[in-house]
T-cell receptor, first 111, second 112 residues
Framework: RKEVEQDPGPFNVPEGATVAFNCTYSNSASQSFFWYRQDCRKEPKLLMSVYSSGNEDGRFTAQLNRASQYISLLIRDSKLSDSATYLCVVTPHTGGFKTIFGAGTRLFVKA | DTEVTQTPKHLVMGMTNKKSLKCEQH?????MYWYKQKAKKPPELMFV???????INESVPSRFSPECPNSSLLNLHLHALQPEDSALYLC???????????FGSGTRLTVV
């Protein structure tokens, strides 16, 4: 089993749709959780940190379920500009700054 | 300054060449990283420096040699690379594990 697994995608959605991505992690002692966005041929950019209480930033909501060891990202009212690859990232309890990237989920938002 | 700056942006090198990639951050972050990313794959960790000391080497071949001259700079020295080493090389920095990374825009390396 991979340490971090994401929905394989790609997701093809129309503008205005709501889309949800899930990510599971295998190490129950994992400490920190993030969603990154990566545009084609660009660097990954931090989208959101993910907390147990859940957090929201505009159209984006991230949730963490420690009991089930999964993280989710919800995008409401999708825009064309949301088209990108979304990477789930987990930091284990041990490992001194080592983080583990999921394989990424590609999102295409179409007019 | 909230950026990580990488140079050069593009590099083409022969298998017998020696070259260096450079990375700089002025955010006071205490950890700096080198990642390698192939097309349609996630970034793969190569090296981590924490407080200017190498803390993680992910079994990277010795033809890649990292160097951290000071808390703001990170270099990756390249020697005798193979064509399969062609990739996007990303530098990142972070304050701590809970903070997430700031990535540079990367160096797109082609080995011929």
């Amino acid at each position: 089993r991979k340490e971090v697994e994401q929905d394989p995608g790609p997701f093809n959605v129309p503008e205005g749709a709501t889309v949800a991505f899930n990510c599971t992690y295998s190490n129950s002692a994992s400490q920190s959780f993030f969603w990154y966005r990566q545009d084609c041929r660009k660097e990954p950019k931090l989208l959101m940190s993910v907390y147990s209480s859940g957090n929201e930033d505009g159209r984006f909501t991230a949730q963490l379920n420690r009991a089930s060891q999964y993280i989710s990202l919800l995008i409401r009212d999708s825009k064309l500009s949301d088209s990108a690859t979304y990477l789930c990232v987990v930091t284990p309890h041990t490992g001194g700054f080592k983080t583990i990237f999921g394989a990424g989920t590609r999102l295409f938002v179409k007019a | 300054d909230t950026e990580v700056t990488q140079t050069p942006k593009h590099l083409v090198m022969g298998m017998t060449n020696k070259k260096s990639l450079k990375c700089e951050q002025h955010m006071g972050h205490r950890a700096m990283y080198w990642y390698k990313q192939k097309a349609k794959k996630p970034p793969e960790l190569m090296f981590v420096y924490s407080y200017e000391k190498l803390s993680i080497n992910e079994s990277v071949p010795s033809r890649f040699s990292p160097e951290c001259p000071n808390s703001s700079l990170l270099n990756l020295h390249l020697h005798a690379l193979q064509p399969e080493d062609s990739a996007l090389y990303l530098c990142a920095s972070s304050q701590d594990q809970a903070a997430g990374y700031t990535f540079g825009s990367g160096t797109r390396l082609t080995v011929v």
